[in-house]
C-alpha cells in the first residue's frame, strides 16, 4: 500500500518537474534533461506487477505528450524502456543480483552506469527518431541523441545518489 | 485452444506491450498530419493552466524589457496614425474614414500571450491563452509585430495551440520586401532564428540586409509582415533558384505578446483556389 502511494507520487512529481522546469533548461541551445525516466529505474523492481508498470509508464509519457502537443512519442520510448527493463538488468547484474533480489543501490556502481546509460540511450533514440519520423538528418539527430543521452543520464544519476543516501 | 490460450497467457507482457505501442505509434502518426485535428494536445483547460501558473512566474523576469517593446510599437503605430492623411492632387484624402464603402476590414487582429514556448525539438508548439471562446479558430495566422509565430493547429475553450515556425512541417509564403518574387519559407532545424527561402528565382536582384516578408499569397498571412533579413544566399550547383538563409527579427525563445489573425475573406479564397484546381 505504501508503495502505491509512493509510485502515484513519483507520477506526478515527476510529471510536474518534467514540464515545468526541465522542459526549460536548455544545454546547447537545443537540449533537454528527461528526467521523467527516473520512473523506469524507481519503480521497484522485485514485484509481481509488471503489467501495471508498463501500463504506469505509457500513462506517464502520454501526460508529457499532451503537455508538449508531440503525438506519441514519449508515451511509445518509456514503454518501450519499461518492456526492456527487466531483460537488460538480467544481462548486466547478471544472475545472482537476480537471486539474491539486490536493490540498486547495492550493486556496484559501474554496472549501474551502464545500465542507466543504456536504457537512457535507447529512450532516447525511440524518441529522437520518432518526432524526425525519417532517416535523412540521421547525422545529426544522432549527435543529440547522443549528447542528449549523457545529460540525461547525469542527471539521473544524481537523482538516484540522491534518493538512496539516507538509507545507509 | 487451450494451448493458444496458455501461449497467450504466458506472454502476457509482450503483448501488453504490444498494443500499447501500436496505440502510441498511432497517436504519432495521427499527430504527423498537421491539417487534422489532434487528440493529444495542449488546450485542454487542465494543462493550460498549469502553463498558465507556470508563465505567471515567468512573465515577472520579463516584465521591463517587454515594457520597451511595447513603447517602441506604440511609438510606431502613431506615427502611423499621423501619416493617415495624404495629399491627392490639390485635395487632402483621409483613410481613416471608417463610413465610407471603399473599406472592408479584410484582417481581424486579436492579442493574445504566449503561456508555453518550446524552440528546441525538431517540432515546436506555442500555446497560446485565447479559444473557442474568443472566436479564434483553426488555421489562423500569429504574429508579433517583427515576426511570423505560426499558425493555429488545435483550438480548445480557453487555449490554442499553435504549430510553431521552426517546425519542419511548416512552410510559409515569403517574398524580398523589394520586389515581387516569392518563395517558400522553412525551417531547417538548427539555430532557432535562421530560416531558409527558397524558389527565389536566379534573376532576382537583392542584398545581404535585404527585408524578408510574407508574400500575401497565402490566406492566412496578410503581406508585408516582417520575417527577417537575408543573412547569405548561394545557387546550388545545376539549379536555377536561390537558397537564401534568413536571420529573423525576433528572438524566437523571447516571446511573450503576440496577434492573432483572421483573415475574414479566408473562405471566398479557398473556394475560389480549390475549384481552380479541380478545372
Known sequence: ?168 | MQQLLFFLAKRKHFFLFLFIQIIALWLTIQNKDYHRAKFVNSTGNFIGSVYKFASNWNSYVGLIEENQTLLEENAKLHSILMSSMFKIGENFKQITDTNSNRYTQQYKFTDASVVNNSYRNRNNHITINKGIKHGIKAENGVVTSNGIIGIIESVGENYSSVISLLNKNLLVNAKLKNSNHFGSLSWPGNDRNTFLLSDIPKEAIFAIGDTITTGGYSTIFPAGINIGVVDSYEIPSGDNYYVIKVKSFIDYANIKYVYIIQNLHSRELSTIEKSRNTK
Do not use: C
Open chain 1, 1 to 168: 500500500m505504501r508503495n502505491s502511494i509512493a509510485n502515484i507520487l513519483r507520477f506526478a512529481l515527476l510529471l510536474f518537474l518534467q514540464v515545468v522546469i526541465m522542459n526549460n533548461i536548455n544545454f546547447g541551445g537545443y537540449i533537454n534533461p528527461q528526467i521523467y525516466i527516473l520512473y523506469v529505474f524507481l519503480f521497484p523492481y522485485y514485484n509481481k506487477h509488471r503489467s501495471f508498470f508498463i501500463l504506469s509508464s505509457f500513462f506517464l509519457g502520454l501526460s508529457i505528450d499532451f503537455f508538449m502537443n508531440s503525438g506519441g512519442i514519449n508515451a511509445f520510448s518509456l514503454t518501450l524502456i519499461a518492456y526492456l527493463r527487466p531483460s537488460i538488468f538480467n544481462i548486466i547484474m547478471g544472475n545472482q543480483a537476480v537471486n539474491d533480489k539486490l536493490s540498486l543501490r547495492e550493486l556496484p556502481f559501474s554496472k549501474s552506469i551502464t545500465y542507466v546509460l543504456l536504457l537512457t540511450f535507447f529512450h532516447h533514440t525511440a524518441l529522437f527518431w520518432l518526432e524526425n519520423f525519417s532517416f535523412d538528418e540521421l547525422g545529426i539527430m544522432f549527435f543529440r541523441i547522443l549528447l542528449s543521452t549523457l545529460y540525461s543520464t547525469v542527471f539521473i544519476l544524481i537523482s538516484l545518489s540522491l534518493f538512496f543516501r539516507k538509507k545507509q
